[in-house]
């Protein structure tokens, strides 16, 4: 028997602690029982994204959460920058049109981030009403500095809408801090869960766009959620189950500390990029995240080979390339429940599986590269 293994960013690992949770009896959520562990879980969420403002949680995947921030916060009078620089920055450009929002478009290399010398310039005009962007675009893994872009953005009467679904709870996000107006997050990235949960966080300058819009929406009107967040509920049924399983989740994560988990995410990240440049196998970015690393196949050995026969030898699961990466890379998260040991297990079995494969590789030496790295694991 073959223990299977998740390394695909998303969904990820759930610790047995969260499964266990999950599976006692469903309780009824209109109650002062849910609306404590509600409140318990709210608490968690601003704690983790380090903000005072509003965090909403809604029943629906990540997508959900930046759907309602867009339809909901984007002025209709205004322009609307969006990057898009891969397969998730391309769905905001998409959602943006299908809310009839005027799109300005920041189409950006594969592998490449959004600079804020470009959000600087374009906001000069005044143009702009609110900015999205991704923090972590998890199809090219590669992440922007959005620190400095919130920067820039608060300097304006625009708000940053920011997708961070693959940094939540991974790279270092200070949401108050960098002046992000809005963070869309998922659950089943970092945050250890199955997919179903959307979080929103939202500042006071995102609340005065949105309260002076009507948006055409019902399920993902944020005013909604806002409403019943003051009573430490969800304005539709909640998901009662994965809710439990989130307070257990951030429980994990609050006992080592946030910034451990960043730290300790930075060296998986780092040590397989380590293990990659001794394989002679080149990473994808030029601005690489820590949550997820694309790695470029060698020639000769292709998707379709790699990744089956590395999940039915070693029960490695580990995700394919996207549009024009399809069938040419593999991408590897270091999001959540993972840690050094499974990594350097991990880079072993690529090791084989690529030398069985036909790739000119040196068994261990990718091993060896990755445990340099991750000596200084705590």
Same mark, same amino acid.
């Given at each position: 028997m073959i223990k299977q293994r998740l390394f695909t960013p998303g969904p990820t690992e759930v610790p047995p602690e969260v499964l266990i949770e999950m599976a006692r009896p469903v309780f009824h959520h209109r109650t002062e029982r849910f609306r404590k562990m509600f409140g318990e879980v709210t608490a968690g969420l601003k704690k983790l994204l380090m903000t005072a403002g509003d965090v909403l949680t809604i029943a629906g995947s990540g997508t959900a959460g930046m759907e309602a921030a867009i339809a909901c916060a984007c002025p209709r009078d205004r322009k609307v920058l969006v990057s898009n620089g891969g397969k998730f920055g391309e769905r905001w450009v998409k959602i943006a049109k299908v809310y009839g929002l005027q799109v300005d478009e920041v189409q950006l290399e594969w592998g490449t981030a959004l600079q804020a010398d470009t959000v600087a310039e374009k906001l000069s005009s005044g143009d702009y009403g609110a900015v999205i962007t991704v923090h972590s675009e998890t199809s090219t893994a590669t992440a922007?500095?959005?620190?400095?872009?919130?920067?820039?953005?608060?300097?304006?009467?625009?708000?940053?809408?920011?997708?961070?679904?693959?940094?939540?709870?991974?790279?270092?996000?200070?949401?108050?801090?960098?002046?992000?107006?809005?963070?869309?997050?998922?659950?089943?990235?970092?945050?250890?869960?199955?997919?179903?949960?959307? /979080?929103?966080?939202?500042?006071?300058?995102?609340?005065?766009?949105?309260?002076?819009?009507?948006?055409?929406? /019902?399920?993902?009107?944020?005013?909604?959620?806002?409403?019943?967040?003051?009573?430490?509920?969800?304005?539709?049924?909640?998901?009662?189950?994965?809710?439990?399983?989130?307070?257990?989740?951030?429980?994990?994560?609050?006992?080592?500390?946030?910034?451990?988990?960043?730290?300790?995410?930075?060296?998986?990240?780092?040590?397989?990029?380590?293990?990659?440049?001794?394989?002679?196998?080149?990473? /994808?970015?030029?601005?690489?995240?820590?949550?997820?690393?694309?790695?470029?196949?060698p020639e000769g050995v292709t998707d379709e080979q790699f990744r089956p026969a590395l999940r039915d030898r070693f029960g490695c699961s580990i995700a394919g390339g996207q549009n024009e990466l399809k069938g040419k890379a593999i991408r590897i998260s270091h999001m959540g429940y993972v840690e050094s040991l499974e990594t350097i297990g991990l880079i072993a079995a690529i090791e084989y599986t690529l030398a069985e494969a036909g790739a000119d590789v040196k068994i261990g030496a990718g091993v060896t590269a990755a445990a340099k790295v991750l000596k200084d694991w705590r």
């Open positions: 922007c500095d959005l620190e400095a872009i919130g920067k820039v953005v608060a300097k304006t009467d625009a708000i940053l809408i920011a997708d961070c679904i693959t940094s939540a709870g991974t790279l270092p996000l200070r949401t108050d801090e960098w002046g992000v107006d809005i963070v869309g997050a998922g659950s089943q990235k970092a945050l250890m869960l199955p997919p179903g949960l959307a /979080f929103v966080a939202v500042s006071e300058k995102a609340w005065k766009n949105i309260d002076a819009i009507t948006p055409p929406a /019902f399920y993902l009107d944020l005013k909604a959620y806002r409403k019943s967040l003051a009573k430490n509920d969800t304005p539709y049924t909640a998901a009662v189950s994965l809710i439990r399983g989130l307070k257990v989740a951030l429980e994990m994560i609050g006992e080592i500390g946030i910034e451990t988990v960043w730290a300790r995410t930075a060296l998986l990240a780092a040590a397989t990029r380590a293990a990659a440049e001794a394989l002679g196998l080149k990473v /994808f970015s030029s601005q690489p995240s820590d949550s997820v690393t694309c790695i470029l196949l």
